[in-house]
């Protein structure tokens, strides 16, 4: 759990690989070895991963990809954000620099009966790709994604969750003992609005990835609640609420 936290003010997006430098054997079986030891967030919804050189894909980056693959429950989007971004962060911690990859496709959309989401592509990275200073990442102001001064230490570190096209659609209201996740429709993107549903429901999986990393190693413990049924039509939509002891 330390390790995944550290890697939070690590990771970020790698677009540029060295193409001199290579995933090795022993490295891509740790990979292969810790995707199941993954934690879901849905442990109902099945999933399968592929790992496939970038070229069984229209990836341009990296020099693998990791496909996830899912049954198309409610929450299906959250569990994969949440369980790919526990990679992201693992990766990190490698040197294997990660791309989170939207606008790439796999060749094969189903696997053993499951449908395509999404990938991460990878590569190996030199360590000073990574980032150096968190505090100048690219991300909204606390006061526009928090709403109340409660656990704000957690909230300072989780709003650097990565996103699709930087969006970052959470919004959480905190009081004592709650916090309550939303997911915000009024996002202003180049992403077609018609992809934001798909893209931004990702995203809020990796944020609760980020929100449950952090929560977990500034000693706060909590009980996790997902929000089955959301209204469709408004501003915010349910996400998750926490209840902090
Ligand atoms: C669900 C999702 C899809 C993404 N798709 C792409 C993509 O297609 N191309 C790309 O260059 N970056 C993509 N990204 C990366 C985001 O642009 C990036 O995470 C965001 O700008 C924040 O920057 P950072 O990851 O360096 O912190 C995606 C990120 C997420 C979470």
Redesign the pocket.
Known sequence: MQELFDMIFK???I?RYDENLSITVDEMMEIKQRIFSLTPLVKEIKVKFNIVEKKETTSKRGEYCLLIYSEQKPLYLLNV?YMLEQMDLFLASRNIGV??????KAKELTLDGLEYV?MLAFGKSKPECFRKDFSK?KRKDLEIIWNGNCYSDTGEIVR?A?????TQPWRVISEDHCLSVYRTTQIKSFMPANKLPY?NS??MG?FLCFLDITLSIKGYQYQRRLAMVNGKNSELIDIASYLIK
């Open positions: 990771r970020k997006s677009r954000g791309c989170w990859y939207a606008l790439a999404i990442t650097y990565p996103s699709a096209c930087n893209y990702i995203d990796i």
